[in-house]
């Protein structure tokens, strides 16, 4: 028994019609893409003695999108409030359809989906094959 693209269809209404949401996940230049973006990005991780970086995923700590993007100002002009809005919806898929084993960090690449309002991506498709290779990884 497994779940279907029907499943998720009914289960999260999400659609699985419209556009497939393929993309590049290379990850160079991310922090630059993000600034542009969202007008900021989290700061590299400092060198651990013995000058070894450990692995840093490519992405926003959960803790620091809330720290930075908690509350819209109140006078804030449409472009702060797009930007809020894609950060809020960044953060709310990368925590529930998209949520990785760590539970700390939202994937730049979900970020990138959302750079333009009015795609049709079929969401729910993509929910189901990341589902997959979750399970796939465990």
Not at 42 to 58: A, L
Request: glycine content about 6%; hydrophobic content about 40%.
């Amino acid at each position: 028994m497994t779940i279907t693209l029907q499943d998720v269809s009914m289960i999260t209404a999400l659609p699985i019609e419209g556009k497939p949401l393929c993309m590049s996940t290379d990850s160079e230049g991310w922090r630059q893409q993000m600034e542009a973006l969202i007008g900021m990005s989290p700061q590299e991780s400092e060198v651990e003695d013995g000058g070894k970086k450990d692995r840093v995923p490519t992405g926003a700590p959960f803790t620091w999108i809330a720290a930075n993007f908690a509350h819209c100002p109140e006078d804030a002009d449409d472009e702060v409030i797009q930007r809020y809005a894609r950060v809020y919806m960044w953060y709310v898929i990368s925590r529930t359809i998209f949520a990785d084993g760590t539970r700390k960090n939202a994937p730049w690449m979900w970020l990138k989906a959302l750079t333009v309002f009015d795609n049709k991506f079929s969401w729910g498709s993509a929910a189901l094959a990341y589902l997959y290779g979750q399970v796939i990884n465990c």
